[in-house]
């Protein structure tokens, strides 16, 4: 399964590097260089994640999926992941809704930290999970979202008050789909 998932990954990222590449070469993308400063100074401003907050200011975007990262961006620029990125190219027709899903879950099982389940996506889910002597059959999807939510608590990177939005919308979506299931 690892092996599976590692070959999809490499060709996740060789499609990307393609696309990139047409990107700049059509002009559509451009890049930004940044200064090696790593032999004259051991200053944590001078790490490639935070000197992209620089590059963003010339642009006005940042796409991170560091969460930290994208709380240090300054109020004017804008700041996406690939969540953002994904839900971007469901609601523009780019990607099927089945398609949507099967993102989000393989991002789950490649350990990406924070994939928030939706209301409709819990909800179909559960919905399709199957009742076996009044105990819930837990499927591929909703084991995902289960250790997703582990990994969160796991990881050490879960700070209350910081990932509270995180935590309250968690607890809206299943609240909301728990009651709609039992109306």
């Known amino acids: 399964a690892y092996e599976a998932l590692a070959t999809e990954t490499m060709a996740v990222i060789e499609r990307t590097r393609e696309l990139l590449k ?5 002009g559509r993308i451009h890049t ?9 100074s051991h200053d944590l401003s001078d790490h490639p994640s935070l000197a992209s907050l620089s590059i963003a200011k010339s642009v006005g975007r940042l796409l991170s999926d560091d969460r930290a990262l994208n709380r240090l961006a300054e109020p004017d620029i804008e700041t996406f992941s690939t969540l953002d990125v994904l839900d971007k190219m469901r609601t523009t027709g ?22 928030p389940p939706t209301i409709e996506e819990l909800g179909l889910h559960l919905s399709s999970a199957t009742i076996v002597e009044g105990v819930l059959v837990e499927t591929a999807e909703l ?5 997703n939510v582990l990994l969160a608590r796991m990881s050490g990177t879960l700070q209350l008050l910081a990932e509270k939005p ?12 728990l009651k709609r299931q039992w109306s």
Do not use: C, P
């Not at 047409?22 to 059509?26: F, L, M, R, T, V």
């Not at 099927?96 to 099982?109: M, N, P, Y």
């Not at 995180?166 to 789909?177: A, F, I, R, Y």
């Open 94 to 115: 780019l990607i099927s809704f089945d398609k949507w899903l099967e993102a989000r879950t393989t991002l789950r099982r490649a350990g990406y930290v924070y994939v």
């Open 143 to 147: 084991r995902g979202i289960r250790e």
């Open 22 to 26: 047409k990107g700049i070469a059509s």
């Open 32 to 40: 930004a260089s940044l200064e090696d400063n790593s032999q004259d």
């Open 166 to 177: 995180w935590l309250d919308n968690l607890m809206q979506v299943v609240t909301h789909v």
